[in-house]
């Protein structure tokens, strides 16, 4: 059995944890809708105008940064300078102050990059060559595709709904299946290797026989049957591995799999639009080799306590109201010891984060080192799920004034990514994902081909022969 006062501390620092974890969760606007909900409620609670220092405590003067948390600790070594300032601070000196001298024109483009479903994709692509009239029978076709990316349903049915012919519905079908990704709108697995085989012939070497064996093998090379299917085809069983190397390293039987990259496993569906940070990422004196400066912005302006008179009563309270003050200051004190505890988690997991992405920071997405949310728990001594919650929903504005989620630090794709960018910039005619992938192998980054078409689709990279379509367009 535990001791008496163990007993009575345990509650509260559960309860200290569970709050402590929920505010860490909440972005800076939520925390202020949070925090103003409790001074609307808790006579407890009450914001001193005066202005402090969220970090060490002391009384700030007009400018708003602390003189002791905002400077460098050693500037010999180039150590990021972490502290917590007031959301007011910001939106009141962006365009002016010294601090934040950029001007929302000067911001890029790339903010969020919009994620488009499949239809949409598509449809974006065949649009030039598409008729007006045949519109409608083009999103009837889009919106009747499975997730894999395949039509199940019937031709004659689309038809037979638009009255007209088959021939003109198989027309705009032929269009949608040679867009990106190639083969969509196939009726089978089967129909889209063989529409991407077709086309992939186009712009290199394939095997003799793969034609064949997709068209009279296709259940013997899904179970790996290549002896059976050598002897179909009348070549050995190391012929028919070779064959189906080439189809599983440039060939996929799901197309629309392809897209799930960039809405399922990249971008959201429906990202959010980031309008103001929760996080200011700049450098000292604007100067590329001078310390970072993280400025945690702070949901309030001014200073939490308790109320004096409320304490004061709290001492004299009627019998019936006892209780109930006695709740309402601690929940009133809880709520400050949490706040000063997710300030002081946030500032160290700022510090280590910038320090070991500092080259991402600056010099881009090429630049990111690999990091997880359990190695950086790691260092700062907690659980993991500590870093996630502190990293959900917020976002960061770097140097140059783009805006990014806290996640896009932990995301490993980043820099294969902008290596794929860089390498189709740089084309002289389209490669295939296949190409690519040797390229990546050639600068030390072992990624399988299916991976590097994920990741064109995730950059809104077209295929090979698309983009090779579009340049002779």
């Known amino acids: 059995m535990y001791p008496i006062h163990l007993q009575q501390l345990r509650p509260q620092t559960t309860a200290h944890l569970a709050q402590t974890m929920t505010l860490l969760g909440m972005t800076t606007a939520e925390l202020r809708q949070n925090i103003e909900a409790e001074l609307a409620n808790n006579p407890a609670l009450e914001l001193q105008e005066v202005k402090r220092c969220h970090s060490c405590g002391r009384s700030l003067v007009e400018s708003g940064l602390c003189p002791v948390c905002s400077r460098p600790h050693n500037p010999d070594q180039i150590e990021p300078i972490v502290f917590t300032s007031a959301q007011q601070d910001y939106f009141s000196s962006i365009g002016g102050g010294a601090q934040h001298n950029i001007h929302t024109d000067d911001l890029p483009d790339d903010n969020i990059a919009p994620a488009l479903d499949l239809p949409t994709y598509v449809l974006q692509q065949i649009a030039p060559e598409l008729a007006v009239e045949d519109r409608s029978i083009a999103a009837h076709i889009l919106t009747s595709l499975d997730d894999d990316g395949l039509l199940r349903i019937q031709l004659f049915e689309i038809s037979r709904y638009h009255h007209v012919s088959i021939e003109r519905v198989i027309q705009v079908l032929d269009l949608i299946q040679h867009s990106e990704p190639i083969g969509v709108g196939a009726a089978s697995p089967q129909e889209a290797l063989l529409i991407q085989l077709d086309i992939l012939a186009k712009i290199q070497d394939i095997p003799p026989l793969a034609k064949r064996a997709i068209e009279t093998g296709m259940d013997l090379l899904s179970r790996r049957h290549y002896s059976k299917l050598g002897e179909l085809l009348g070549i050995p069983p190391q012929d028919v591995e070779e064959i189906a190397h080439f189809i599983s390293t440039n060939l996929n039987p799901y197309p629309g799999r392809a897209h799930w990259g960039s809405i399922r496993q990249g971008v959201e569906a429906n990202p959010p639009t980031y309008h103001n940070p929760d996080i200011l ?53 809880l709520l400050i010891k949490c706040l000063r505890q997710r300030g002081n988690t946030m500032r160290q997991m700022m510090t280590i984060l910038t320090q070991v992405q500092r080259n991402f920071i600056l010099r881009g997405d090429k630049f990111l080192h690999p990091l997880t949310r359990a190695s950086l728990a790691l260092q700062l001594d907690v659980h993991e799920s500590t870093v996630s919650r502190a990293v959900s929903g917020k976002t960061a504005r770097l140097p140059n004034g783009r805006m990014i989620p806290l996640s896009k630090f932990f995301d490993r794709s980043l820099p294969i990514r902008a290596l794929i960018r860089e390498i189709v910039k740089d084309e002289d005619n389209p490669l295939t994902d296949s190409q690519i992938t040797r390229i990546l192998h050639q600068e030390g980054h072992k990624v399988a081909r299916r991976t590097v078409a994920k990741y064109r689709s995730m950059e809104g990279i077209l295929a090979a022969p698309t983009r090779q379509k579009v340049a002779s367009t």
């Open 281 to 333: 990422i700049g450098t000292l004196n604007q100067q590329p080799d001078s310390p970072l400066v993280v400025e945690i912005l702070s949901p309030i302006y001014g200073s939490l306590q308790i109320n004096a008179l409320f304490r004061k009563a709290l001492k004299n309270a009627p019998e019936e109201k006892s209780e109930k003050w006695q709740q309402d200051f601690e929940k009133a004190n």
